[in-house]
């Protein structure tokens, strides 16, 4: 069978209910922006798969991959300087003990 | 045919490296891991006739993201506490599962509007052209420029100890 739109789709997706799974259940806050990277991966297979097969010429599902990456990188920096900071007040990375804010 | 084996083996090892940084239990393999994975979304970019995104996943995530993520990890010293899962697995299985399934479902019965054009061999220069030429994504690039600075900043000044002096040891 001729690989399509549809296998790119599908793969898209599964990855994206990986990431979702891992996001969802972790404790460990760098695992968590793993989790959410493989997510963006996901997206972004999505769209260029779109690009290749519903407007190969416009190009404009790369576009958007390039700006998803760039977005991705911006969260990544932004979000690991937090877990950082959290790390030093608090000794520990997991998420359930950063409850400064819980009434 | 070599296209389909290519795919194949490409979202085999996706699939499964995907797979091992959710389950694994060391966090520091993890993030290897997903740097394979890194790697192998850049060859799925190569059968999509991408090549100019394959370069930049190659060079941003696998050479900055990645490296990034590592470097968390050796900072913050929990190395090996990667594989704890929190009271929320089950209804998140299940939740992770029916949304794949309605994806899935949804993708395999749309009609879509496959386009007979052939893909350009190489993508760098129309890419070039639609994001700086006439009527392009020129303000979105410069809005990018902008929040990249804006994070680089927020990035020093969060990991910056209270009273302005740099960590040491």
Not at chain 1, 28 to 47: G, T, Y
Not at chain 1, 71 to 89: D, N, Q
Not at chain 2, 4 to 17: E, N, Q, R
Not at chain 2, 139 to 152: G, K, W
């Amino acid at each position: 069978m001729e690989i399509g739109l549809t296998h790119f789709l599908t793969l898209s997706a599964v990855l994206f209910g990986i990431g979702l799974f891992g996001a969802l259940t972790k404790r460990h806050a760098i695992a968590i922006l793993m989790c959410i990277e493989i997510m963006l991966n996901a997206v972004n297979i999505s769209m260029v798969a779109f690009s290749r097969w519903v407007a190969p010429v416009d190009l404009t599902g790369q576009v958007f991959a390039i700006f998803i990456i760039v977005v991705a990188a911006a969260e990544a920096a932004v979000g690991l300087a937090i877990v950082m900071s959290i790390y030093r007040a608090r000794q520990s990375v997991e998420v359930d003990k950063a409850d400064l804010l819980k009434g | 045919m070599g296209v389909t084996i290519a795919f194949w083996l490409l979202a085999i090892m996706c699939i499964i490296s995907a797979l091992a940084v959710v389950l694994g239990r060391n966090i520091f393999r993890a993030a290897l891991l997903l740097a394979l994975l890194f790697f192998s979304v850049a060859g799925l970019y190569i059968i999509l006739n991408a090549d100019f995104l394959a370069a930049v996943q190659v060079l941003i995530y696998v050479g900055a993201v990645a490296i990034l993520v590592l470097l968390a990890i050796m900072l913050t010293r929990d190395v090996t506490a990667g594989g704890a899962l929190n009271k929320f697995r089950l209804p998140a299985l299940i939740f992770s599962l029916l949304l794949v399934m309605a994806l899935v479902y949804s993708v395999l019965s749309t009609p879509w509007q496959i386009s007979p054009q052939a893909p350009l061999e190489t993508t760098t220069a129309a890419l070039g052209e639609k994001l700086f030429g006439e009527g392009g994504f020129i303000l979105p690039v410069e809005v990018a420029a902008v929040l990249l600075l804006a994070s680089a900043l927020g990035a020093i000044v969060l990991v910056k100890e209270k009273d302005g002096k740099w960590k040491s040891g």
